[in-house]
């Protein structure tokens, strides 16, 4: 199971962080992705990061600016997003890299002044 939560509406420039609990699976074994996606726009690949937290790769579009994250002992990735454009307004969600569980509700993040 992956619950997202810490989206909300922020001024542009602000920051959220983004919280994704799972459950359910070995968490510490999985390579962790965030993901975001707008209506009527396929889902797009944000950041994603390795099993030990080693290992980050970030979308152009959000490099520099988002940093992902991970907790294995609370089985929970994050996602600090910060000088946050209303390009970035979307529904974030987590997931599995390779082998991706059914989606979560995922969070609402709302960038506008």
């Known amino acids: 199971q992956l619950v997202e939560s810490g989206g909300g509406l922020v001024q542009p420039g602000g920051s959220l962080r983004l919280s994704c609990v799972t459950s359910?699976?070995?968490?510490?074994?999985?390579?962790m992705s965030w993901y975001r996606q707008t209506p009527g726009k396929e889902r797009e690949l944000v950041a994603r990061?390795?099993?030990?937290?080693?290992?980050?790769n970030y979308a152009d579009s959000v490099k520099g600016r988002f940093t992902i994250s991970r907790d294995n002992a609370k089985n929970t990735v994050y996602l600090q997003m910060n000088s946050l454009k209303s390009e970035d307004t979307a529904v974030y969600y987590c997931?599995?890299?390779?082998?991706?569980?059914?989606w979560g509700q995922g969070t609402q993040v709302t960038v506008s002044s």
């Open positions: 997931n599995r890299y390779s082998t991706p569980l059914n």
């Open positions: 990061i390795d099993s030990t937290g080693t290992i980050r």
């Open positions: 359910g699976f070995t968490f510490s074994g999985y390579i």
